[in-house]
């Protein structure tokens, strides 16, 4: 064993010495920092999602139909008593006229989930150009990563009100809805 | 330590990636998109609805949810109401045609259809009738101009079909419809396309 060898197994042996002694009256401790960085990350499990009304019995009107194939995965640190919101909006495209497409978030799967998964609305969201809120109450949270784990979308499409029904027109329309995680400090 | 090229090379690698990753903008990670695709077919949908309170024999022939045919009688009356949904392409209508599709008339027998005006009890852009039609074996237009539109099913719903004879004694239906030559009529749903 060298000199350095030696020199650090006498400090060592008088470290723990010293600890012994007093650690009756005096708690040792390292300050030991653990950085947590804040972030959020959200993706969804890329279902297809493909509406079309159905054909109706004659003289009957086309009625809603819907779809609860997406699911919305998010991961989530927050500080403090902060929380983050998801919301959605249309970035490409519109709805037929004469059409409304709503979307309204189920609570988030239990299975590979854990932490603060937030609220969804109890009302659905009619999607527009405009972000609108449809989880709320996110704070430090997973929702897992499997096809079906996350918040369930379900979109409903159907005519808008009757004095509004001449405006349909047979179309194939693609939109482009946009899901946000929201910043912790924006609420 | 620091003295060897190998490190010195490692150490600035490091710091340039260091550098670089700071200065890349940082990843949009807090938002996702997704495609929705939303289809409208086009709708040509006709039946009729008869009421059953008068004593009359009515066949129900379903050629395809565009067309329907309808064995009548002189006792068929007022009693017949047609139902329809339609769902248009940009620019286009649909139109109801009807015809004698089966039976032959007595050379002195006239049969006349008046269609009513649509009673209003569904929504979006309904036909406009042409009233009065003398009908044949060739198809002629009895509700034009049809958008987006449905009437409701069921009877005193859409528009009303009364059946006007004239000559009628003529026309002995009991031993037409026995022999199977009994007057039929079919009324199409077609667009303008």
Known sequence: MNKIGKKIVVLVGTLLFITNVWSQEWTAGDN?????PFFCLIETNYAPVVLTFATPAAGAPITSVLNSDLFVKVSSIVPGT????ITARISSGSVPAGTVLTLVSAPCTTTNSGGGLGTPGATPIILSAVDQELVDLITTCYTGTGYNDGYQMTFTWEPDNPANY???ESINTNIIVVFTITAHDSN | MFNNKKNILLISLLVLFFIFSTTL???EDNVTEV???LKVPAIALINFIVDGNQMITYSYSYSGPEQVEQIITPLTGDKTWLNYSSVVNEGLTNYITAH???GTLPADVTLNVYVSSDVGSGAGLMGTSLGKITLSSYPKNIIVNIGSCYTGVGLYKGHQLTYAWKNPDSYNYELMYENGDAIAVTYT???TE
Do not use: D, K, M
């Not at chain 1, 030991?32 to 947590?36: D, F, Q, R």
């Open chain 1, 32 to 36: 030991v920092t653990l950085h947590i």
């Open chain 1, 82 to 85: 902060t929380h983050r919101e």
């Open chain 1, 166 to 168: 001449s405006q349909i």
């Open chain 2, 25 to 27: 903008p940082a990843q």
């Open chain 2, 35 to 37: 495609s929705i695709t």
């Open chain 2, 100 to 102: 004698i599709s089966s």
């Open chain 2, 189 to 191: 749903i077609t667009s």
